[in-house]
Structures are given as structure tokens and as C-alpha cells.
């Protein structure tokens, strides 16, 4: 089994999770990234729920150990084709590889929110998105973040909604959009930090602890509706519009800084890479595995293997396990071969 | 009957008897409107609603007392709606809110204007 070849498409956490187990296991893996650095959505995000450690610390045990695992930056698969048992697998920096098995740890790519015209995304300075936090997050500089008084996050924008063809929910902006909240009180405790949500979905371990966290130490005032408008007034502020569904009355606000919780959608290439390997998809977008509770890991077609966020949305410690049962249902696969 | 005056007396129930409200009109409804059954009750609707910012006008309250059997108050209001189809651009689930809106008044206000709407 130690000759046989593994290629993994992505250098996500997904992707440089399973090579480490596969390389813990003796074998070679092959591992490309279609970007110049490897740690996907991690090297974008500052710090991560519900425990704050910094993403870079994960990133940085994630790629302390590298060796025995081939890893290529740069090198964004072009064609995947069979020969046979054999995956011949061509990248845009002019390699093949050859593989007994590929595993997809594409990942998913975070929706556009200018599609949202109506939250003003790209319109209004002062509307932002998840990621544009975490960025003044780790790097303390925004143009238009200046001691703000009146702070809203916008939960579920680009999922659940059927407007923008999504109605899946994107499970992980719930607990982001608390974090960020009370991060950014931490930052300006003067301010008033509202998070407008439909559901607040805090499933995951110590989130309901967040969730009681942010209401009653840093005194974040929650608000059951959706934000449908946003509009700028002469200064500046934002206006927005809402119902407050428990009060039972339409409320108008004003913000100083309106942030939008991007959800997670599948990545652009995902029907691409689809319809070259003959592997399904799910209606939300999203590789389907063959089974939902035993193999999971494994696509409709022979050889191809899932793991991480390319199957659907998912929390960081269940992209790490999907990695590593994907690495275990591989050398399974390739010992019976 | 003889009713002894106590000195006291009880006030009737604020609770919805949710038992009791099988309601002809919404099963109707939902043959001719499966989109009711569809709200997640963000509130969108009401939040754009350019006569609930000056009335009761509550699409989001009124389907779900509709679908509590509780109609009447919530029913009336919907006559300020002038259909301009604000909610219908905002709503996260699609749901054909002015189509909606006419076969709640067809099926419960008939006569009222609302048959021949």
C-alpha cells in the first residue's frame, strides 16, 4: 500500500488535516492548493468560537509538521481524469499526478453580500461583512470604524433564502455573529451592540454559554427579525428597517456600523468539478456522499473521497473529524484494493 | 338560574384554546395558499410594510393568528394594505404575499369587497 498515491484538492484545515493523518499512517500524501499559501478560510478569520483562540495558533500546528506530505501551492486542478483504477490529476502549474485515490477538501466560498442590494453591501461605507470584522479584528485598522455608538449584526444573509436560491442554513453565523459582538464590545464598551437574528441556532457545545455570555456580561440586546432595509442619512448612519417579531411592531433604528453574517455557500467550481468526476450533488449546492450516516465520506463515484466543508456547512473541530475518518475510509479503500 | 353574588367574579380567559381551533377557513386557505404554510415569521413583511408603519397592518402576526384560528382582529387590518408588494420583494421564502393577501379576504371576508377582488 505504500506505493499507492493519494492526491488531495484543497489546503484548507479539511485538506491539511487528512494529509497529516495519512502521512501519521505512512503513506505519501500529494497535497494541492490552488492559492499561493496553504490554511484556506483560516488565514482569513482572527480568532475562532467559543473559545477565542487565535486561528493562526490552529493554522500554525496545522502546518508545523509538514513533512512527508508533497504540498504545492499554486496548483489549481484543471482536469481530473480515470484511467482505470488511476486518477490522472492536472493542476494550472503544468503537473500531473497520478492517484488511487483523490479526496475534495474544496471547502465552500462565503456569499457575496452585494447580491443582497437591498442591505447595502458595497454601497454604504458603514456595512460590512463577517469577514471585513475579522480583518479589522486582526488588524485594528478600518476606514470606517471609528469608536462607533450603535453596532447591529445581520443574522443569515445568503442563507436561508430562497431570493438568492439558498434555503439551507449556513449553521456557524449564529455563533460568529455573538462572537464578533462581543469582541467588538470588548473593543468599544460604550457602544450598543445589537444582533437581529430569525433563529438563534447555538447547538454546539458551550455556545449556549456565549449566547448567556453576551447577554449578561456584555449586555448585547437581541432582536427577533430580519434587517430587509438599509438606507444612509446625511451624516453618515445608517438607517435601517425591521420588525421586532416578539414586540409585535415594526422598528426603525439608526447604526453607526451594520454587519452582515455572510453564510457559507458552495464554492463556484464545485458543478464543474462535479460533472468531471460523475459525482453528485445535493440540491443545496453541495457534494452528497454516498450515504449520509456511514459513508460519508465517500462520493458516488469509486476512488473519490469528501471531507470538510465541501460537503455542506460545518464548524471547525467536525472539519478536523470529517478529515480524519476520510483519511481512515481511504486506507481502507486502498488496502482492499 | 340564581347567580349568588360572591363579591368576586372571573375574567374569562386570555389564553388561545388551542383545541378548539380547527378552523374551516384555514384549511381552506392552505388548499388554496399552500405559501402560508411557509413563514418562518422573520417579520420582513411587516418591517417594509409601508401602512405598518401608521397601522396595525401585520402580515406576519396575522397568518400566525390564522393559523391559531385567530382571525378576527388580524383579518380586519389587512384592509389597510394597498398592495404595493414590498413584502413580497422581501420575503426570504418567496411566499407570493399579495396573491396571499387576496385569498385571505376572499375566503375571510366574502361580501366585503373581498369576493370580487
Known sequence: MINKNIVIVGGGPAGLEAARTLRNAGLTPILLEGSDRLGGHLLEWDSLFPSNQKASEVLESLTA?????????????EEISRIKDIYLVRTSSGYTFQANAVLLTTGFSLFNATLKQELGYGIYDR???NADMERYFATGEHPCIHEP???????????????????????????????????IKEKFPLAQVYCFYMDLRMFGRGWEDMYYNAQTKYGIRFVRGRVCEVSEGMDATLNIKAEDTLLGKPIRMKMDLLVLMSGIRPRKDTEDIAS????????????SPRDPFIRTNESSNEGIFLAGTCTGPATLPETFSSARSAAARIIEYLESK | MIITDFGYCLAPSNAVKVDKTTDWRFEKLCALESD?????GCGSCTAVCSAGHFSQMNLRQCILSLSRGQWEKSVRSLSRCMLCGKCLMVCPRGINTRHLILSICRIYCPGEGGSNA
Open chain 1, 276 to 287: 468531471n468526476l460523475h459525482i453528485e450533488l445535493g440540491t443545496d449546492g453541495f457534494y
Open chain 1, 65 to 77: 509538521d509538514l513533512e512527508g506530505i508533497k504540498w504545492f501551492t499554486n496548483s489549481k486542478v
Open chain 1, 149 to 183: 455608538k450603535t453596532i447591529g449584526f445581520v443574522h443569515c444573509v445568503g442563507s436561508r433564502d430562497e431570493k438568492i436560491c439558498n434555503r439551507a442554513c449556513s449553521k456557524v453565523c449564529c455563533a460568529t455573529a455573538i462572537k464578533q459582538a462581543c469582541h
Open chain 1, 127 to 129: 456595512v460590512i461583512t
Open chain 2, 36 to 40: 402560508v404554510l411557509k413563514c418562518i
